[in-house]
């Protein structure tokens, strides 16, 4: 997934706000390889530094994009004034990282091929017109990158600098994502206080911000307005 998470939402609030999507290091149409969450968060900061002024009114993140967004909190504690982070890992597993390397190394280049990637698109339960986007940044993605940013999504965990920051953030989760997403949601909130928390009926990982953009839109208004 990558920047097209966010377009639907982005052009419902486009009228009214200055929306800019990041593309993380290493995937389609971005100009580095990854490296670390932690050199992610910092880029991100150095641009809001040097082109907006220090802070903006909301960050969102979701998963790998949602580990970035706590990082960058983590740096710096008053980027942002509301922060939307949904479905994001803190909770490390070197079993995981240890298996993704082997795991890649022996599927990589089925990816390539349509009904290999219509199968992996379909596990992850988001809307069909985005399948296209999908198969197209998901071949021009390197293997290295691959396990580059597959490895440091399953062994993130939450810096003690996340304490100080002073952003009002809601923390969103699937009630039917897997069990390390909903505690990783749970111990986020407990680390951030002042955080809120919303269990999300019926919804597996990612599916709020990209197949309800309406719902998340409305909630992400709610939130600046009150």
């Known amino acids: 997934m990558s920047w097209w998470n966010y377009k639907e939402a982005a052009e419902r609030l486009q009228m009214d706000y200055h929306v800019i999507i990041p593309i993380i290091d290493g995937h389609a149409g971005c100009d580095k390889p990854f490296t670390t969450i932690e050199n992610n968060s ?19 993140g979701l998963s790998l994009g949602g580990q970035i967004l706590l990082e ?29 390397k082997p795991a890649f190394g022996s ?12 199968l992996q698109f379909k596990s992850l339960r988001i809307k069909s017109n985005l399948f296209d986007e999908y ?3 998901t071949c021009a993605i390197t293997k290295s990158d691959m396990i580059s940013f597959l490895q440091e999504n399953s062994v993130y965990s ?27 949601a749970k111990l986020i909130h407990e680390k951030l206080q002042g955080s809120f928390i919303q269990i999300l009926p019926n ?5 709020f ?18």
């Open 42 to 60: 910092s880029e991100i900061i150095e641009f809001i530094n040097n082109k907006l002024g220090g802070s903006v009114l909301l960050i969102g």
């Open 72 to 100: 960058i909190l983590s740096q710096h504690k008053n980027i942002c004034k509301y922060a939307i982070v949904e479905s994001a890992l803190v909770i490390p597993s070197k079993f995981t990282y240890s298996m993704i």
């Open 135 to 137: 198969y197209k940044d």
């Open 203 to 207: 919804m597996y990982h990612g599916e």
């Open 158 to 184: 939450l810096k003690d600098g996340i304490r100080d920051c002073e952003a009002i953030v809601w923390i969103f989760v699937g009630e039917k994502e897997n069990n390390s997403i909903k505690k990783s």
């Open 209 to 226: 911000s990209i197949n309800y953009a309406d719902r998340y839109v409305s909630k992400l208004l709610e939130i600046i307005k009150q």
């Open 107 to 118: 599927c990589y280049n089925l990816i390539k091929y349509k009904w290999f990637s219509k």
